[in-house]
């Protein structure tokens, strides 16, 4: 019994050893209540306005991608998410979003060194005619004048030391200044440009559109096609059909009727092969098979109303939905020119590339085409994207168009 009591003892004493330990956290954790309360006061009372606060800094930021992308020749996209709105949620969001804590990155690091930097770089210019002139009137200058951290005390370092100072001023010139400007352009790329991720997702994000347009695009010609297959061949074979019932029927009775039927029946088979082959170029244009994209551009700019000069670099076949996607961007380009542009002059040129179609349609119209008003640029913009090619349309009011397309086509 005795030893018992002895062994609680002990392991009390233990463990108020422990919990005065304990004091050397317990303090400082009561004494930083206070901030931290404070902390999340602040948090809850500016939250709901942190969307208003993000929009100087991300202006901010956008200023410097522009400049950044100017020293470095490229640009540097925005990595922002649209926003969706105000209040608390938005502002949850803002706060998870890494592009909001990489902008507070950049401010910081930037902040800490653009200035230090740009006062170097703006000194050094006046800095060098300076130490240059020194040995003119170092004489004349207060006692310990310094030139390369050296006090100019007589004529043989007034004649040194300056040209000593004026090539190190040189070199942080024409060395380290051009540097600085590129590694703060660097910077502002790594903090400022979208990170994998957010490019990935944008990726993700822009194939789910061009896709989704793409097989609506697709379901929209298969209905087409039914539809004129419907409408036009079958109930032609249907009638043909029908005449060549009745012309049976009417052989032994009435030849002469019968005849008549069978030559209406003709007719009608004649018809339907005529629509069944315009369904087919709608298709896939017969011409592509027979002589190539080339011969086939060839032929429709032979076709347009207006001169149309053509110039083709190809050296070997692409894919045959490439070749069908290019052919089809160049009719409906030209049906465009003939219709809207009042253009008198046209020019097509297509470049085949080790791993694009590149192709190129100018007119010198009046400009001002709009792919959102219906005029097949739209349709153009799809059936590129289906192929996970690029468009870019220039058409200023007065200036011409040009629609330049890429289509990727492998190696």
């Given at each position: ?34 901030p931290l309360v404070a902390f999340l006061v602040l948090i ?10 993000v929009q100087p800094l991300r202006a901010l930021a956008n ?48 902040g800490l060194t653009g200035l230090q930097a740009a006062v ?292």
């Amino acid at each position: 019994m005795t030893g018992d009591i002895g062994g609680a003892f002990r392991r009390s004493a233990h463990a108020t050893r422990d919990l005065a330990g304990g004091l050397r956290t317990a303090v400082p954790a009561l004494f930083g209540l206070a901030p931290l309360v404070a902390f999340l006061v602040l948090i809850v009372l500016v939250l709901p306005w942190l969307p208003a606060a993000v929009q100087p800094l991300r202006a901010l930021a956008n200023t410097e991608r522009r400049r950044a992308g100017r020293i470095l020749g490229r640009e540097i996209p925005e990595p922002y998410a649209p926003m969706r709105g105000e209040g608390a949620s938005e502002a949850r969001r803002l706060v998870r979003s890494p592009d909001t804590w990489r902008d507070v990155a950049w401010m910081v690091a930037h902040g800490l060194t653009g200035l230090q930097a740009a006062v170097l770089a703006v000194l050094i210019w006046p800095a060098i005619p300076y130490t240059l002139s020194l040995p003119l009137w170092w004489w004349a200058a207060p006692e310990g004048s310094t030139s390369a951290f050296i006090t100019l005390d007589g004529w043989p370092k007034a004649l040194t030391m300056p040209f000593v100072q004026t090539a190190f001023n040189l070199a942080l010139l024409l060395w380290l200044v051009p540097r600085l400007a590129r590694w703060q352009a660097r910077l502002a790329e790594a903090l400022l440009g979208p990170t994998r991720r957010t490019s990935l997702a944008e990726r993700v994000e822009e194939l789910t559109e061009t896709r989704a347009e793409a097989l609506e695009a697709h379901g929209a010609e298969l209905r087409r096609i039914e539809r004129d297959l419907h409408d036009g061949t079958q109930a032609q074979l249907v009638a043909a059909a029908l005449r060549l019932g009745l012309a049976d029927r009417r052989f032994d009775a009435d030849p002469d009727a019968a005849r008549a039927l069978f030559l209406q029946a003709r007719d009608g088979v004649e018809e339907a092969l005529a629509q069944l082959r315009t369904v087919i170029r709608g298709i896939y244009p017969p011409i592509l098979s027979d002589r190539g994209l080339a011969g086939a551009l060839a032929a429709l700019a032979a076709a347009a109303p207006i001169p149309i000069d053509l110039g083709i670099d190809i050296d070997h076949r692409a894919p045959a939905a490439v070749e069908a996607a290019a052919y089809f961007v160049v009719a409906e380009a030209l049906t465009n020119i003939a219709k809207h542009s009042g253009a008198r002059h046209g020019l097509v040129t297509v470049r085949r590339e080790p791993a694009r179609l590149t192709i190129i349609v100018r007119d010198d119209g009046k400009g001002g085409a709009d792919p959102g008003r219906g005029s097949g640029l739209a349709g153009i913009r799809r059936r590129v994207a289906a192929l996970d090619g690029a468009t870019r349309i220039d058409s200023p009011d007065g200036g011409g168009t040009t629609l330049e397309v890429h289509l990727p086509c492998g190696s």
